[in-house]
């Protein structure tokens, strides 16, 4: 019987609950279902990979489905750190000249940028009635981006409904019933609401350099992040 290879083992925290999970680094198992995702090229393919191969790392009982899109894309950022090396090559297009650069990234400067400012989950909508919302997963960003329908997310990321001493959970209603129920939401409460997702945290790393054309010299700001930097 051929030996079987022990492999290393890493803790990685969820950013968004700050649990602390164990992990083992990519095989070439996992290594074959970014190649393929990569040739793909499709943004839902990239998704799916990244939930795979986060669940196939993962040691202990993760359900990727419920990750937070950045908590899923900080895994599997650390999971690339320790398992394919710790920095990557870019070429970077200035935004004046479009001249080329070569650029090298450290993969621990790909970080979770805003958890020190998130707005709370707990919305209040009047005296007697709030709401509890959640961060939207990988899955529900893609099918909001397909659809491009505002009220959807919150659809989506609606956990539970406060009413006086009552508490409604939003699994146990019908898609209608939570329509209607987002429908009615007063503006200034929707308004709320959509700060809650526009300061979610998120996974990235800014790069800003000054062109070194002399005839161009443009301040160029560029964010690498997303799940197709990455592939490949």
Same mark, same amino acid.
């Given at each position: 019987m051929l030996p079987k290879i022990e492999t290393p083992t890493f803790d990685f925290s969820i950013p968004s609950t700050g649990e602390v999970k164990k992990f083992r680094p990519f095989l070439v198992k996992e290594e074959k279902v $970014?190649?393929? +995702? &990569? !040739?793909?090229?499709?943004?839902?393919?990239?998704? &799916? +990979?990244? !939930?795979?191969?986060? #669940?196939?790392? #993962? $040691?202990?009982? =993760?359900? %990727? #489905?419920? /990750? #937070? %899109?950045?908590? /899923?894309?900080? $895994?599997?950022?650390?999971?690339?750190e320790k398992s394919t090396g710790d920095t990557q090559e870019f070429t970077l297009v200035c935004g004046g000249c479009k001249e080329q650069i070569n650029y090298t990234l450290?993969? +621990?400067? %790909?970080?979770?940028?805003? /958890?020190? !400012?998130?707005?709370?989950? =707990?919305?209040?909508?009047n005296d007697d009635v709030a709401i509890e919302l959640q961060y939207p997963n990988a899955r529900v960003i893609l099918n909001l981006e397909q659809d491009g329908d505002d009220t959807a997310i919150v659809n989506h990321c609606l956990v539970k409904v406060f009413s006086g001493e009552e508490i409604l959970y939003i699994k146990d209603e019908t898609p209608e019933n939570i329509n209607e129920f987002v429908d009615n939401l007063p503006l200034d409460v929707f308004e709320k609401i959509q700060e809650f997702f526009s300061k979610m945290p998120r996974v990235e790393h800014v790069v800003e350099y000054k062109c070194h054309k002399e005839e161009c010299g443009f301040d160029n700001r560029i964010s690498i992040n997303g799940y197709e930097h990455f592939f490949g």
């Open positions: $970014l190649m393929l +995702a &990569s !040739e793909g090229g499709e943004y839902k393919d990239m998704i &799916s +990979a990244c !939930e795979q191969i986060v #669940s196939n790392c #993962s $040691l202990e009982d =993760i359900d %990727v #489905s419920e /990750l #937070s %899109v950045f908590d /899923l894309q900080h $895994l599997f950022m650390r999971l690339k450290q993969l +621990a400067d %790909v970080k979770v940028h805003g /958890l020190d !400012e998130r707005p709370d989950k =707990i919305i209040k909508i």
